[in-house]
């Protein structure tokens, strides 16, 4: 694929938006959608390129087709039926995944993709809102390698790193990894930073030594400011978190694996959703700790 390779990327979101944007920058042909007209139309505005009036119109044409909505049934809603992206794209042309959703669907993607003689990768990312508008996300595949070698160099627009981890719905496995991982990072931070204040510590002098020890990690360097500040309105949101919880706590359920304290967290974030949490980031978690 050269810098001339037509794409098309469909839902533009807080992540969409401006991976989008960087594809544009980049030198590539993008025709956007989103549901919400006067978003497209406010990125055609910033960056140049087209937009189209349906999932199917904008996919017309393109080598490669992104999209990056909520959920499963969102996804569905973008892929499938007579104005979706399948019912677009040519055959021998791809569809990249960003949504973080479940490995079962993107396993039928793959199918039905198959089926109709065009390409599907699941490709959900990590990195956040500031990895999308840097142009610096980490991409997780699951799909064909030879698929996935021609839509790596596209990616790079947006991408610091991708991988593809194996057959269709290994990347949204890792990515279930990924969460059940900041899980457990976040509520160790939530406690370690109120154990600090109640010792009297000084949060800076404190993190600016223990970061650079063995507890270091992108979400102490990245949320201890607001942590300790309690500003929560911005960033991952815990009903986001929660969506991704349950999509592992299912795929658990399968393979067999136990995630109790993944569990006792997830409890926690919903405490804060009936506090009116739903759309704080994850860090969140700290407020249960600040009444
Ligand atoms: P967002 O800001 O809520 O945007 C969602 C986008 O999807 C919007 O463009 C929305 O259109 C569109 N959409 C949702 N449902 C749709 C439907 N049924 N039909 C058509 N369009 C639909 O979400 P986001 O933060 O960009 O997240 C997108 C995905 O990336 C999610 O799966 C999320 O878990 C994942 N993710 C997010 C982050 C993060 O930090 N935000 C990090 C990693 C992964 P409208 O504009 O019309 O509402």
């Known amino acids: 694929m050269t810098k001339m390779t037509k794409v098309a990327f469909i ?3 807080v992540m969409g938006y401006p991976m989008a944007g960087h594809l544009q920058k980049t030198g590539f042909e993008v025709c956007v959608y989103n549901r919400t007209t006067t978003k497209a139309q406010q990125w055609q505005q910033e960056f140049g390129g087209s937009y189209a009036a349906t999932p199917a119109e904008a996919a017309q044409d393109c080598d490669i087709i992104f999209c990056c909505v909520g959920n499963d049934d ?12 399948f019912a677009g794209m040519s055959e021998n042309t791809i569809l990249v995944d960003h949504t973080t959703a479940s490995a079962e669907l993107a396993r039928e993607l793959y199918t039905i993709a198959k089926q109709q003689h065009k390409h599907f990768l699941d490709a959900p990312v990590s990195g956040g809102q500031a990895g999308a508008e840097n142009g610096a996300l980490t991409v997780m595949l699951g799909g064909e390698q030879e698929i996935f070698d021609k839509v790596k160099p596209v990616m790079a627009a947006f991408a610091k790193f991708s991988q593809l981890m194996g057959k269709a719905g290994s990347g949204q496995l890792a990515k279930m990894v990924n969460q059940i991982c900041i899980a457990g990072i976040v509520q160790g931070l939530a406690e370690a930073f109120n154990f ?37 309105d911005f960033g991952f949101a815990v009903d986001w978190m929660r969506k991704d919880l349950g999509i592992a706590f299912s795929e658990a359920e399968k393979n067999g694996s136990l995630l109790p304290m993944t569990k006792m967290v997830d409890g926690f974030y919903q405490e804060i959703q009936k506090n009116g949490g739903n759309r704080w980031d994850t860090s969140s978690l700290i407020s249960r700790f600040k009444k």
Do not use: C, H, P
């Open 74 to 85: 969102d996804v569905r809603q973008v892929v499938l039926g007579d104005k979706g992206i």
């Open 196 to 232: 600090a204040e109640k010792a009297g510590l000084d949060s800076e002098a404190l993190v600016q030594t223990i970061s650079k020890g063995a507890a270091g990690s992108w979400q102490m360097e990245n949320r201890y400011k607001t942590m300790f500040a309690g500003v929560y």
């Open 11 to 13: 839902g533009l979101g």
